[in-house]
């Protein structure tokens, strides 16, 4: 079933490898290893939305964190450039990476966005619609969780739960966009 369901396009070079918010506990790290690989020496990191917390300063915001994993992982901080601003999802992903395609100065016509395995399928389709006319192309490589892989997700809790929340956001995202 996950086979259906997961797109995990091959990796080559791209001008922008592209950390989307949530999962930076695995999303950062497949973005360093990609270009650490020397498949791009550009990361774009979303500006996610600070959660309450993080606006109290009680811990680093997201964005910070997925920073600091792709420094710390040896990527240079001079090609790791923020877009976005107060980003919540998918879409608000996909309209700020648009945006900053066409104002940053920068021709970009290719970018891979590593991503956990069922969000891959509707990141390759948004991103691709949105983007579409721009002359920018989609890959969405996996970007495997520390608990759960393609191949044995049913057996954790977690991946189920990704598995059915990727089904109804995905249903979500067709009705509405």
């Known amino acids: 079933m996950a086979a259906m369901w997961v797109i995990d396009d091959p990796v080559g070079p791209v001008d922008a490898i592209v ?43 997201e964005t910070d964190i997925s920073i600091g994993v792709l420094t710390n992982r040896g990527v240079n901080p001079d090609d790791i450039i923020r877009f976005g601003r107060d980003v919540a999802s998918t879409r608000d992903e996909a309209v700020a990476l648009r945006e900053w395609a066409g104002t940053n100065g920068v021709r970009i016509r290719s970018v891979a966005i590593p991503t956990d395995p069922f969000h891959t ?27 759960y892989t393609t191949t044995n997700w049913w057996t954790h809790e977690a991946g189920l739960i990704a598995f059915q929340n990727e089904v109804v956001k995905s249903g979500v995202y067709l009705l509405r966009y």
């Open 121 to 147: 399928r509707r990141v390759h389709w948004f991103f691709s619609k949105v983007l579409n006319g721009t002359g920018v192309r989609v890959t969405t490589p996996v970007a495997n969780p520390t608990d």
């Open 19 to 61: 950390v989307l918010g949530g999962g930076a506990d695995y999303r950062p790290f497949k973005a360093a290893e990609m270009y650490l690989a020397g498949l791009s020496k550009r990361i774009l990191v979303a500006n996610v939305k600070l959660s309450p917390t993080a606006e109290l300063s009680l811990h680093r915001s």
